[in-house]
Every structure is written in C-alpha cells, then in structure tokens.
C-alpha cells in the first residue's frame, strides 16, 4: 500500500485525487489546500486541511499547484527527506526544495474540469533524483493504470513543448478550419471523421509516412488556388507557413 | 438497384468499386481505365475495359482521376445526358461537359491505398445540376452507409481547403512534435494518447472552447521558455504565429 498526500485542488489535483481513491494499492492519508473550500466537498471521504505544519507522514507527496508555486510551497514543508513530487511539464526536479527527497511525477494528457479522466490511457513521465523513490513512483503511477516512462528533465521540457504543438496549435488549425467553413454556411461537422482519421494515422506509422496533400505533392495550381479563397490575412499566413513546412521535411521547393 | 460505372483506377476509385461490390443495391456495370493493366486484377468480378467508346448504359458514371483530367475525360464521353459525377472537392460542377447531366459526388476523407475504408464514417458531399440526380445520388451515397450532405460549389471549396487545415497541416505539426522529441532521445509514443484527445475533444465542444494552454491564458513565461527552447528557426516561426493565431482568436494582447 502507498500511501500519499495531495497538495492543492485544481483539475490535476481532482482528477489524481479521484483516481488514487479508486486504486486498491493507494490510500490517500490528506488533501491540502491554502483555501479548503474547493475542497470541502470531499471531507467525509479523506482528511482535508488548510494547515501546513498539520500535514501527516506519507510515502508521497503530490504537488499539483501553478507552476509558479512549486518552488515556495515545496520550501514551507515542515519536514525533511521524504518523497515530495510535482506534476508539471515545464518545472525542474531542482525547484523542489532540497531538503527534500524530489521526484516528478507528470501525465502527460489535457485535463477538462467535468470529464472524467481514463489514467490508463495517459502516459506517466517520471523523474527522480533518488534511484530508490524512482520505483515507488513506477508502482504508484502502475498502481492507477498509467503507462510509466522515465524522463529526464530536458526530455519532460521538449515534451511538454511537443504537446503544446500537437494539442494547442493542432486545436487552433480545427478553429481556423470552422472559421472557413462557417463563412460559407457549411457545417463545420462534416470535417470531424477527418480529424479523427488524421489523429488515427499517426498512431501507427510516422507523421513523416503519413503526409499526403498539394503541399507535400507540390501542387502548385491547389496551393494557389487555396490561398485565392482564403480572404483573411492570418489564415493566409498559416497556409503559407505551414505549406513551406510541409515542402521543406519532403525536399519540394519553397513556396 | 442503382448501376455504376467507374472511370479511374486510383485510391479513390478502388475504395468506391470495393464499397460499391458490397453494397446489396449497387450494381457496377463496368470499370474503365486508360491503361488496362491498372484494373486487370479484377477483371473476374467486373468487366473491365479500356475503350472509352465501348461504354455501357448506366445510372451513374463516376469519375475519379486527377483533377486536371476531369473536364478532358467529361467531354470524350461517347454519350449525352446521362448522370456524371466527379469525386473532387476542388472542381467545380461545371467543369463536366455540358452535354452531360452533371453532378459531384465528394467523400471528405483521407484515402490510404492499402488500408480498408469504412464508409460509414464518410460525409459525402453531393451537388447536382438537376434536382432529379440529387436523389439518385443521395440513394447511391446512403446504399455504402454514408452520411450524405447537400453542399454547393462555394461550399465544397471552402470545405476542401478547411480539410487541408485540419488534415495535411495537423499532420505537420505532429511531424514538427516528432522532430522535437527526437532532438531529445524521447519517445513520440507518449504523446500519441494526447493526439488522440485533441481530436476527441472537438467531436463534442468547438474548437473554441476546447482550447487551453499558455497562448490562451497569455502565459509569457512559458511561452519565453518555449521559444528559448526551440532552435530551429522553422519550428519557432510555427510557434510564434500560432501562439499568436490563438491569442487573436481569444482576444489576448498579441506576441
């Protein structure tokens, strides 16, 4: 049994929080957070406190607070040596204090507020700066059904810099693309079986092998014809930038 | 019972002879193709042929080869007034001869030559000329399992170029994800599962309200490290227009 303590209460803490209730192997001894309000609805089930010198013993602890309160959170822990971890994808093991034994614990997936969370789908990228406290971290992130990679710190960051490409930059194209089809009245609808089928494909071979479309080909009638219909400047920029990349990983000529 | 003739031997007219073969009220009267040896594989099971001038009677003649042989082929056609459609979304109705009944009979989706296709999950975007052949391909498109949408020239195009967006330059962007992951010796693998939830997400919420992340919450600190990380110039230039793309979207200050 492994036993941990959350500290903090937004989407990451929630969802952790949830999902360790529900693990045979993992028992929760405390919630904290600065304000117990956002946490009250849970007092009958697990010990919450707004007291930091109240926090008990346990075999680790989850920071899940802004990135920007790791590193003075970590220093006000009124202990030493034990396994304290946070779970961002841009913040160092080295910002946990060091009095500490300090780990990262970081799934890698977007979490939304009300939806519920599958963890075995999310792959848990972990960090530590003791060999020993990597195991215990292995189990934990196994023990919620987690697929457990270990990531060093200059990977977790190209990672975390990755998925901003892959979700927040991918979910600004589906955006530009609604604005397309929503100037002329067609339902943005029929593009949703495409961007699953595109998501798909990239699950089994390459995004390299998995190119095909005028800027790859080098079709240069379409890539014209496109960047005719495309009557706002920002969208033609994309277009440009993202055809010029796409001709530059294949060897065509530039735009 | 519908009959069917298909004229053309690539991806596209592959998948649709397959689905067409199976479906119980489609018939296919006989496949043409310039060179023979393309479709000899199932000259068993259809006839086959490569005299454009030995075409047999049908309800509807489909036409998928490239986009700038459509208009050519439409206009050796040894017939009139018979229902011929094209597959593309970038041509328009028009460019069939016009001694033809004319219609469009576009599928949205990414065709891989060896991968089987289930129609089911296709939106077929159909335009017609008479408002008779609307029906006909209405019943053509329902009778291989797909969803069927009444779209206009104007509309087609937008939805083409929208698809580029969401197809061609997502894919890129998962490409540009996997050079930065190699850069640092980690798998691409973990970020397959947060690929998959992108395109998820925007099933059920718009594009707009799935967004998250620095750029929408104006997070400079995180997008500085970013842009310090990266070190290809092409991927910054990618992250500086989309990070600005989003910030416009959602009414933030600009870069």
Known sequence: MIS??????????SHFYKTFKTAETVSVTQWY?????????????????DDIKALKPADVYLIAVKDDAISHLSSQLPFEDRLV????????????DKKLKRGVFYPLQTFTKDADVDFSTIPLCIETINKADYQTLKTLGE?????????????????????VFVNNFTNQLYRVAHEITESEGVEF??????????????QD????????????RNDKKTIKKHLKLLNNEHHKAIYKLLTASIQKTHGRQKL
Chains 1, 2 share one sequence.
Do not use: F
Request: glycine residues 8%; contains cysteine; aromatic residues 4%.
């Open 189 to 202: 609808e029929i593009l949703k079986p495409l961007i699953t089928e595109t998501a798909k494909k990239v």
């Open 85 to 96: 971890v946070h779970t961002s994808g841009s913040i160092g093991v080295h910002d946990l």
């Open 33 to 49: 957070n600065r304000r117990l309000n956002a946490i009250e609805t849970y007092q009958n089930e697990v010990e919450i406190t």
């Open 205 to 216: 071979i390459s995004p390299y092998m998995a190119q095909t479309g005028p800027a790859k």
């Open 143 to 163: 023990a919620i059904g987690c697929k457990t990679y270990k990531v060093n710190g200059d990977q977790r960051k190209a990672l975390h810099l990755a998925a």
């Open 4 to 13: 941990v303590i959350i500290i903090g209460a937004g989407n990451v803490a």
